[in-house]
């Protein structure tokens, strides 16, 4: 092959590239994501709390109906959730409620338990699956 058919070659195949790929990236850009409906994430966070104050853990859930993907570092390393209040009813961002929530809870510690109070925030999704996760970028 010599190097003039290399280059054309070459130039051929990405231009098929980008031919390819120039309809998915305007598909992609539009894409928005899907609201969120406010009361069925609240229950979703309540149920999620109420769960962890109960016993369960986060991959309980998945077998709930309906399933629900939980996240929470602190309840997934052994703290229990003596008690919670959900202090508002939470912010629509986009996909997401952020939900201000007060939670007391019993943390391991090297001798006993160690009760901590403590207001975090959770993202609650409800489309296309629903989702429970404690905002660990906002404390």
Known sequence: MT???????RWATAAAFVAMTLPMAGCLGGASA???DPPRARE?????LDGWKAGQTPPSFRES????????????GGARLVDYQ?????????ANLRVHVKLILETPAPRGSKRVEKT????????PSVTVFRDSFHR
């Open 3 to 9: 190097m003039s058919e290399f280059r054309t070659r």
């Open 34 to 36: 899907h609201a969120v």
């Open 44 to 48: 979703a966070l309540k149920t999620a």
């Open 65 to 76: 109906s309906p399933p629900m993907t939980v996240q929470d570092l602190e309840w997934s």
């Open 86 to 94: 959900i202090i508002d009813d939470g912010q629509a961002r986009d």
């Open 120 to 127: 975090v925030w959770y993202l609650v999704g409800t489309s």
